[in-house]
């Protein structure tokens, strides 16, 4: 081993005793955070059984907290020194043939392992995957071992192991999840945070380069799939997207099919901008003209990432190295600085005299200031590429300020962001050679959520036009950062979205949250009637009861799971009335089971009403599936179906309670099954329509791109009569449920499929046909063919 290997695992070892020690030191304050908790749960009200199952709980805890501190610390010590060893998971893998031989109680600990881990990643996803590649770099590996202990699933195991062990109940967890999902989170954060931070002072990797984390598809369209660092985004989200036309799908000989994912007619708008900018900058400033520019992203697909999952320089064609970049002169550079002080001490002084000018007072003032300073710059310039590059971010910002349907009053801050762009600009020419800079997507991504508006700022609402206010003033707090500070405040610009739609915006929170309770009562209803399915596989059930059971009591058992809790007393009485059902429907061959189905008959036939009820169904259809349930049961009296043994039915009921266990995680994401998407129209009520009918059946390249819509953007959309615009402000958790909202609070509720299919046939049109920069990049080359001597006076 040479010394350079040496020094390096060397340090890779330092690295995970910096991450166990930070563990090992938030234990104490956990363990304290999780007393609280329990303490706060029993000192709240509740009914008779909750409250003596949480005061089994502390006791409980109280008990066993400080032996599963000890364990848990022991765990990771020994795991530093020796390795986590074999997981449980594996004793579960290697006896696929006879998963019987496994207990219910390892498998419930691997799912709540499984959730622990998934918790913590959501959180520390990103810190996680720079340390990966600072590890895989020191110890020349192409992956972190499975069994490392920087490995969530790792330390959630070692958790759990502790947890059981100190005498805690799977009970006990549930109780305390949320708690312990939070902290664990924080905590491993933490620590993925400090060797990140320890390894960058030893001179490891100070920019981390995700490339090795992009999957490359086929050589079919050359385009690159990023794993999932960030939020996604691409053309048809940063312009809206407009409707690819019905020619656009694959042609006849199977061409399409080689041709990678279609583009939307915006993003080939962009491109042919794009490239029309450089054939303008090649013929006047060659020096700042680029190769020629890569097809733009496709939509959805979030370009390389550097650490904090801020994108690094996009890949060149033909295999070239990235996009240069370079330092502006130091003349230039002092000159930006002090323009941008300029600008920011005159809206300061704007904002706080007693003078107060209007949104259009400001914006001219601007225009006349922004003028001035671009001659004083470009004396400062030192090259012709300076002097072009003033000149063209100058034009692309007189455009943008000249944009009616963005309020004045939000142009007046994205005028503040002309100087950092100029900056970004000058040290990154590829700036003015793809649409998909980090500069540009914030720019249009917050117009996209401003030009569905009218002129006045009142009605964008106070919390959207702060969130604006607040990235501009980060982006110009750090003057140095450039393409990082834009995709940062980038991603934190769509997190904000999401809570605002959902928490804040009086218009569309109604909306959103009965969205949320139809995706939840539907998620939970396709689940259910998974489960029946396994459960009842090998039972011998009437046909008639078992459509019942999957396609009507499925959904009662989801609407009373959500209305009242999975283990609420009510829900209980719906599970009971299945199991009751299932033996009901059995054979009955001898008088004293005949005469128990006759009694129990009339209250079974009750619940099941009341249950058909609380879903919303009629009485025309309750009363059709009862005559139907009737039919099986005449059946069952004249044993013309097969009798269920007493033991099968008492483990169908035991299985029926813990249904909820065998349910995935909804954290675990992952999309629906299509053959079990339902019909949502029985869910419209006041203030929420529900898309059911309209649009022929789309084609691959439209569900494609609704998939590919943005929160925020705007839409014209044509439905029940009516032609309104209305904002895209929810999307389901597995992307099967897409909410839009009018100006007036009207919810729109769409499937994937109907949504693909209103943008198909022209329903739904983007309020934008191509986004903000774009348009102001043709604005300023509209100017240039006027009079091109502009780029180098």
Same mark, same amino acid.
């Given at each position: 081993?040479?010394a ?20 090992l030191?938030?234990l104490?304050a956990?363990?304290?955070?999780? &007393?609280?908790?329990?303490?706060d ?7 008779h059984s909750?409250?003596?199952?949480r005061r ?5 805890w109280q ?6 501190h000890a364990r ?6 020994h ?7 074999? &997981? ?7 006896r696929?043939?006879?998963l019987s031989l496994?207990?219910?109680d390892?498998?419930?600990?691997e ?16 810190e ?16 972190l071992?499975?069994?490392d202990l920087?490995?969530?699933?790792v330390?959630?195991?070692?958790v ?7 005498g ?7 109780m305390?999840q ?10 491993l954060?933490?620590?993925y945070?400090?060797a990140?931070?320890?390894l ?5 990797m100070?920019?981390?380069d995700l490339?090795?984390?992009i999957?490359?598809?086929?050589p079919?369209?050359g385009m ?5 660092l ?10 809206g997207?407009v409707?690819?036309p ?6 006849a000989?199977?061409?399409g099919?080689?041709?990678g994912p279609?583009?939307t007619p915006?993003?080939q708008s ?6 029309q900018?450089?054939?303008v900058?090649a013929r006047?400033?060659?020096e700042?003209?680029q190769a020629?520019?890569r ?26 190295a990235?996009?240069?970049t370079?330092?502006?002169?130091p ?5 930006i600085?002090h323009?941008?002080?300029?600008v920011?001490r005159?809206?300061?002084q704007?904002a706080?005299a007693?003078?107060q000018l209007?949104a259009p007072q ?12 671009k ?5 400062a ?12 971010v100058?034009l ?7 944009e ?13 962001l ?9 040290? !990154? ?7 998909d800079h980090?500069?540009r997507?914030?720019?249009d991504?917050?117009?996209?959520c401003?030009?569905?508006f009218?002129?006045s700022t009142?009605?964008i609402?106070?919390a ?12 110009e707090?750090?003057?140095d950062?450039?393409r990082?500070?834009f ?5 934190e610009?769509?997190?904000?979205l999401?809570?605002?739609?959902e928490?804040?915006n009086?218009?569309?929170k109604?909306?959103?949250?009965l969205a949320?309770q139809v !995706?939840?009562?539907e998620t939970?209803?396709?689940q259910?009637?998974?489960?029946l ?6 039972? +011998?059930?009437?046909d ?6 999957f396609?009507v009591w ?6 009373t799971g959500?209305?009242y ?8 009485a719906m599970?009971r009335a299945?199991a009751d ?15 128990? #189905?006759?009694?129990?008959?009339p209250?079974?036939?009750k619940?099941?009403r ?6 919303g ?8 599936h009862?005559?139907?349930l ?12 097969a009798?269920? +043994? ?8 035991s ?6 266990a065998?349910l ?18 029985s869910?419209?009520?006041e203030g929420?329509? #529900?898309?059911?009918?309209g649009?022929?059946?789309?084609t691959?390249?439209?569900l ?14 044509d439905y029940?009569?009516?032609v309104?615009p ?7 958790m597995?992307h ?7 100006p007036?609070?009207r ?5 994937l ?18 986004s903000?920069t774009v348009?102001a990049?043709r604005?300023a080359?509209?100017?240039l063919?006027?009079d091109?001597?502009r780029?180098?006076?």
């Open positions: 081993m040479t350079a290997d040496a020094r390096s695992q060397a340090l890779a070892s330092q690295a995970r005793r910096v991450h166990t020690e930070v563990l030191r938030g104490p956990m363990v304290a955070v999780l &007393s609280s908790a329990v303490q749960l029993l000192s709240q009200p509740a009914e909750l409250q003596m199952a089994d709980a502390y006791d409980a008990r066993a907290s400080t032996p599963w848990l610390g022991k765990s990771l010590r795991a530093y020194h020796h390795g986590a060893g074999d &997981s449980r998971s594996a004793s579960l893998n290697s696929p043939q006879n496994v207990s219910d390892t498998i419930e600990r799912i709540i392992a499984s959730r622990l881990a998934l918790a913590m990643m959501d959180k520390a996803s990103w996680f995957s720079d340390l990966r590649n600072r590890m895989q770099a020191l110890e020349r590996t192409d992956d071992p499975q069994q920087l490995r969530a699933q330390l959630a195991r070692l759990l192991d502790a947890w059981f062990e100190a805690l109940t799977s009970s006990v967890w549930q305390l949320r708690w312990l999902h939070h902290e664990f989170s924080q905590l954060n933490e620590a945070h400090e990140n931070h320890w960058i002072q030893q001179g490891v100070p920019e981390v490339r090795p984390f999957r490359r598809n086929a079919a369209g690159t799939q990023a794993a999932p960030g939020p996604a985004q691409g053309p048809g989200q940063a312009h997207g409707a690819p019905a020619q656009s799908a694959a042609p000989g199977g061409m099919a080689a041709a279609a583009t915006a993003s962009a491109q042919q901008v794009m490239a900018l450089q054939r900058l006047h400033v060659p700042l003209a020629p520019a097809p733009s992203r496709p939509a959805g697909l979030p370009g390389p990432a550097t650490r904090s999952g801020v994108p690094a320089a996009p890949a060149a064609p033909f295999g070239a990235g996009p240069s370079r330092a502006g002169s003349r230039l550079s002092a000159a600085n323009a941008q002080e300029a920011q005159r809206a300061d704007v706080t007693n003078q209007t400001a914006l001219d003032e601007i225009r006349h200031r922004n003028q001035a300073l001659q004083v710059l470009k004396q310039a030192d090259t012709p590429a300076e002097r072009a590059t003033i000149e063209l100058a692309l910002f007189q455009a943008i300020l000249q009616e349907r963005i309020p004045p009053a939000i142009r007046v801050w994205f005028a503040r002309q100087m950092p762009v100029l900056r970004v600009a000058v040290g !990154e020419p590829d700036f003015f050679a793809t649409d980090p500069a997507r914030l720019i991504r917050m117009g996209s401003v030009m569905g009218s002129t009142a009605e609402g106070d959207l036009e702060r969130e604006i206010k607040r990235v501009v003033q980060v982006v707090a750090y003057p950062t450039g990082r500070v995709q940062t405040v980038l991603t610009f769509e997190k904000f999401d809570h605002y739609f928490q804040e009086e218009v569309s109604k909306g959103v949250s949320q !995706e939840q009562r939970l209803a396709i259910y009637t998974i489960e399915r396994k459960m009842l596989s090998e039972v +011998p059930v009437q008639g009861v078992r459509d019942f059971l396609q499925a959904d009662v058992l989801a609407v959500v209305r809790g999975p283990q609420a007393e009510q829900t209980k599970k299945a059902l299932i033996w009901s429907a059995s054979a009955k061959v001898s008088r004293e089971d005949r005469a128990e #189905v006759i009694r129990r008959l209250p079974l036939l619940t099941l009341d249950g058909m009820g609380h879903a169904m009629s009485h025309e259809r309750q009363d059709e009862i005559r139907s009737n039919n099986a049961l005449a059946a069952a009296f004249t044993a013309k179906t009798a269920i +043994p007493r033991e099968r039915l008492d483990d169908l009921m299985q029926l309670e813990t249904l909820e065998m995935p995680s909804p954290e675990a994401g992952g999309e629906v099954n299509e053959t079990l998407v339902r019909d949502l129209s869910h419209e009520c929420l329509e #529900v898309v059911a009918e649009g022929a059946a789309p691959p390249a439209m494609a791109w609704a998939k590919e819509l943005q929160v925020g953007s705007w839409y014209m959309l029940r009569g009516r309104e209305v904002q895209l402000v929810w999307r389901g597995r099967q449920l897409i909410l839009f909202v009018s007036q609070g919810g729109v509720l769409f499937q499929t109907r949504l693909a299919a209103f943008l198909q046939a022209g329903l739904m049109l983007p309020a934008q046909d191509e903000l348009k990049t604005n080359l509209a100017k063919e006027v091109p001597s780029l180098l006076a």
